[in-house]
């Protein structure tokens, strides 16, 4: 494959949005930020000039990266922050996704304002599976906050109560026509009449799940994070936080201008449901503009019988191509709850229920990052005081999970406990959901794979029927799936990226409350199988 060359400058600059103006942290001065663009096989590099007030670190989310845990980002499990006044130089491989995935930074809430697309066109010779599309269009939503997103994180971490929502959610930077101020600059997609775009769309959002809709026109979604599927046809979409969505859209309705319109999908916690993003679809040619623009039915915020009516129709291509390999045969098995809930606050005055303050925990264990990097910390065998190797397999107690577990049923410990993997293992991960506090499905993702999403149910996980109603023949290729608020989900896939892995949920403020873990995929016994040498320079680890 090619080798490509980018410079992202981290920097402060001023962005105007709902009637007013803030310094933000960007990429290149742009938001979003720059799109990398590389074919299936390419690698980039991506030296990242921090000139910006704080350390800071950059994700290429769902890039496998094999054997390369060095160039993942996550802040302090691989790397610890690229200091300001220096520069890191990332080393990107792509390997086996094909596609439309992303970047963003992996420090605190940074993400908000620093993230842009990846683009990972088929290799030479190859071409998508579907006719060729006319041209192609990016769409990312994300979120606007009016304060400052590391002071509003960090308060909400000190008074243990709930972040503040975002005041805007936003398509490619921008809110919309329908919030103040915003109507001049309401993002605009140009179009030809009648013809067949890629739409290729990210989900930036800090922590909403997103329906979104085109008004009058069908979506056909081809892919989902970076892996083909069978075409969808359907009037909206459901895309969780961390996906990624590639999508065919046939202009052929008569030319005129259109609305594209995302919602939030919040179901209980509707204080997150922070108003409605829009662009417009714009035909070019010679029409008198209308008078109204036709608006898309969206479903409800609270609608999960529209978002599982979605998501349920997902499946994995599987062609001759594009081949699918699910291990039928598993050796490593985890179950595991995936709750928030509170913990005891110290002077019982916290912001959050009962005067405790909210956590988040994986099998009741609340996530603690530790101030170095896990990864250096293992490569370099003085893992003493880092992390601990007892992350457990099962939840520490069982229950009927959805709906009926109290606090007084165990508060959350606190910890860096990681999974060992032995190199070449079949995994199985159940999540269950729990339902405790917020009611909101859990976009997990893992660094450094993609797996198959080989089934969802509702309620409680059962070990000796749910497995009989797995799908083993086209279960969807992902990096991120939502796990369902009153059920589970089980994913599978083959431990044979070598390295240390992130895995966490996408919605922000649940990781920051610590629902994390890490993943470790020891060596195998041949050079393909061991962790590659770390560059030359690493950003130091003592100043964090
Ligand atoms: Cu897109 Cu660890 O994240
Ligand atoms: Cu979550």
Redesign the pocket.
Known sequence: GATHFYDFVLKETNFTRLCSTKSILTVNGSLPGPTITVQKGDTAFVNVHNQGFYGLTI?W?GVKQPRNPWSDG?ENITQCPIPAGTNFTYEIIFSTEEGTLWW?A?SDWSRATVYGAIIILPSANTTYPFATPYAQETLILGSWFKGDVMEIISDALATGGEPNISDASTINGQPGDLYSCSNETTYRWLVDFGKTYLLRLINAVMNEEKFLAIANHNLTVVAQDAAYIKPITTPYIMITP?QTMDILVTTNQPPSHYYIASTSFVDGNVNFHNGTTTAILEYNGNYSTPSTTPFPTLPDHNDDTAAENFTKQVRALASEDHPISVPLNISTSLYIAVSIKERICADSSCAGPNGNAISASLNNISFQTPSISILQAYYGGNTNGVYATNFPDIPPHFYNFTGDVTNSTLYPSFGTRVRMINYGEGVEIVFQGTNVIESENHPM?L?GFSFYLVGTGSWNFNSTTSPTTYNLVDPPEVNTIAVPKKGWAAIRFVADNPGVW?M?C?LERHSSWGMDTVLIVRNGNTSESTIRGPPAYMPPCSNS
């Open positions: 994700h989310h996550p963003h992996h961390g993702h660094h992130f966490h996408h």
